[in-house]
């Protein structure tokens, strides 16, 4: 079992940066992809971002490619999502998921969850 606890998250204004983490604990953290998703209010939870075990793959949703960068320390239990040039659509709840199986990009496939960490863009 993994247990998942984001951070990192607050109030920033349009163009700004904010650095979420991901902590992780628990078995096979090095060996499952792991992935951030959000979600706006009223909205699906959609996915943001995803990289694989070893850090050498990563995808992006085509509304944060350019903007935001995934990494992970496996060493250290913790993945990150670095973002720029943050939008007002930017904002929503982020959430960071352990993949065990399927296609990255579905809410599905990930067996485990943090909580959950608060962005909100001002204009």
């Known amino acids: 079992q993994v247990h998942l606890v984001e951070s990192g998250g607050g109030l920033v204004q349009a163009g700004g940066s904010l650095r979420l983490s991901c902590a992780a604990s628990?078995?096979?953290?090095?060996?499952?992809?792991m992935g951030w998703f959000r979600q706006a209010p009223g909205k699906e939870r959609e996915f943001v971002a995803r990289i694989t075990w070893s850090g050498g793959n990563t995808d992006y949703a085509d509304s944060v490619k350019g903007r935001f960068t995934i990494s992970r320390d496996n060493a250290k239990n913790m993945m990150y999502l670095q973002m720029n040039s943050l939008k007002p659509e930017d904002t929503a709840i982020y959430f960071c998921?352990?993949?065990?199986?399927?296609?990255?990009?579905?809410?599905?496939?990930?067996?485990?969850w943090g909580q959950g960490t608060q962005v909100t863009v001002s204009s």
């Open positions: 998921a352990s993949l065990y199986s399927g296609t990255y990009y579905s809410p599905g496939s990930y067996d485990y």
């Open positions: 628990g078995r096979s953290f090095s060996r499952y992809p």
